[in-house]
């Protein structure tokens, strides 16, 4: 009879990433937040439709689609960009990054582990927090607004400026963001969506300056 594998003979169960360092933290949240303010690009082939490939990421914003890019370069991510354009009586671009197929499971990994690490940083108690953490926690949560200023949908009234989205995880993350960064944010339903608005005047420009960043270039040899 062949004997009964041993138990440190079998194979392991993949173990939990370990946690980040708050630069890369930092980084991989922001790209996990503009990932989470877009749909999952369209399908235009027939047969069943495939689950979402968040290794292509589509943005109807230019500024959006190069901070992404800005923050893979850094993540040391390579992606191309693809810009269509569309429309007849009304031309817009489409700016489509993807992510190769030989590096989406590291990406994949980073993008999840910065979503759920940054989450928790945000999400969860402060009691306790240091200096450092508290600034990084500040940190994070304006790169939640930033990202959600860039690529999500805007919904500015007169007296507010609002972001419509989809993912409720996001909205809470935004909430409680706008808390840390000293702002009072509502949530409510939206038509087919929910909507994570501040106050015109003072909240809405300290979200602005808090969110701010200078514009990102196209890396060199673009």
């Given amino acids: 009879m062949t004997p009964e594998p041993r138990l440190l003979d079998r194979p392991r169960l993949p173990s939990t990433p370990p946690p980040l360092d708050w630069m890369t933290l930092a980084d991989a949240f922001e790209v996990a937040c503009l990932v989470r303010c877009t749909p999952a690009p369209a399908v235009t082939r027939p047969g069943p439709t495939p689950p979402p490939d968040r290794g292509v990421v589509e943005f109807n914003r230019e500024d959006a689609a190069l901070r992404m890019r800005q923050l893979l370069a850094r993540l040391d991510v390579p992606v191309e960009h693809e810009v269509v354009t569309g429309g007849l009586r009304r031309r817009y671009e489409l700016h489509r990054l993807h992510v190769p197929a030989d590096r989406r499971t590291g990406y994949t990994v980073l993008r999840e582990t910065g979503w759920r690490q940054g989450r928790r940083e945000l999400l969860g108690p402060a009691v306790g927090s240091s200096t450092?953490?508290?600034?990084?926690?500040?940190?994070?949560?304006?790169?939640?607004?930033?990202?959600?200023?860039?690529?999500?949908?805007?919904?500015?009234?007169?007296?507010?400026?609002?972001?419509?989205?989809?993912?409720?995880?996001?909205?809470?993350?935004?909430?409680?963001?706008?808390?840390?960064?000293?702002?009072?944010?509502?949530?409510?339903?939206?038509?087919?969506?929910?909507?994570?608005?501040?106050?015109?005047?003072?909240?809405?420009?300290?979200?602005?300056?808090?969110?701010?960043?200078?514009?990102?270039?196209?890396?060199?040899?673009?």
């Avoid at 790169?143 to 949908?153: P, Q």
């Avoid at 805007?154 to 840390?180: F, M, P, T």
């Avoid at 949530?187 to 608005?197: K, M, Q, T």
């Fill in 132 to 222: 450092p953490r508290a600034a990084w926690r500040t940190r994070l949560a304006a790169a939640a607004w930033r990202s959600a200023l860039m690529a999500g949908g805007r919904h500015v009234r007169r007296h507010i400026l609002g972001i419509r989205l989809a993912d409720r995880e996001l909205a809470a993350v935004l909430v409680r963001s706008a808390s840390l960064l000293e702002v009072s944010a509502l949530l409510r339903p939206g038509a087919g969506c929910l909507v994570v608005s501040v106050a015109d005047g003072p909240d809405r420009l300290r979200i602005l300056e808090r969110a701010a960043l200078s514009p990102a270039r196209l890396p060199t040899g673009a």
